[in-house]
């Protein structure tokens, strides 16, 4: 089982940045695909990046793609997710998760991560 702590959320204004951090515990990080969802209130939860392993081959939703980057430093056991240009439509709870099962493969769903974090809040501000 891997733990993951999420952090670096908080109330930024429209046009702003965020760069939220997750760490990993319990498992070999860089055997580990890893991945970002959020989940806005009423919502379901939704992909938003992922980075495979090994070769940290980057995707995105297309909802962030060129506001939002994703990397991963192994010997820090840590994955990134830097925000720029936020809008108040990516306002979420952002979920940090890890996925040991088909670490080299580009998948999306929610069911393709086994292991998740507690969440942190991103909001932003009109």
């Known amino acids: 089982q891997v733990q993951l702590v999420e952090s670096g959320g908080g109330l930024v204004q429209a046009g702003g940045s965020l760069r939220l951090s997750c760490a990993a515990s319990?498992?070999?990080?860089?055997?580990?695909?890893m991945g970002w969802f959020r989940q806005a209130p009423g919502k379901e939860r939704e992909f938003v990046s992922a980075?495979?392993?090994?070769?940290?081959?980057?995707y995105y939703a297309d909802s962030v793609k060129g506001r939002f980057r994703i990397s991963r430093d192994n010997a820090k056991t840590t994955v990134y997710l830097q925000m720029n240009n936020l809008k108040p439509e990516d306002t979420a709870v952002y979920y940090c998760?890890?996925?040991?099962?088909?670490?080299?493969?580009?998948?999306?769903?929610?069911?393709?991560?086994?292991?998740w974090g507690q969440g942190t809040q991103v909001t932003v501000s009109s």
């Open positions: 319990g498992r070999t990080f860089s055997r580990l695909r």
């Open positions: 980075i495979t392993s090994p070769g940290s081959v980057p």
């Open positions: 998760a890890a996925d040991s099962a088909r670490p080299t493969t580009m998948t999306r769903g929610v069911t393709d991560f086994g292991s």
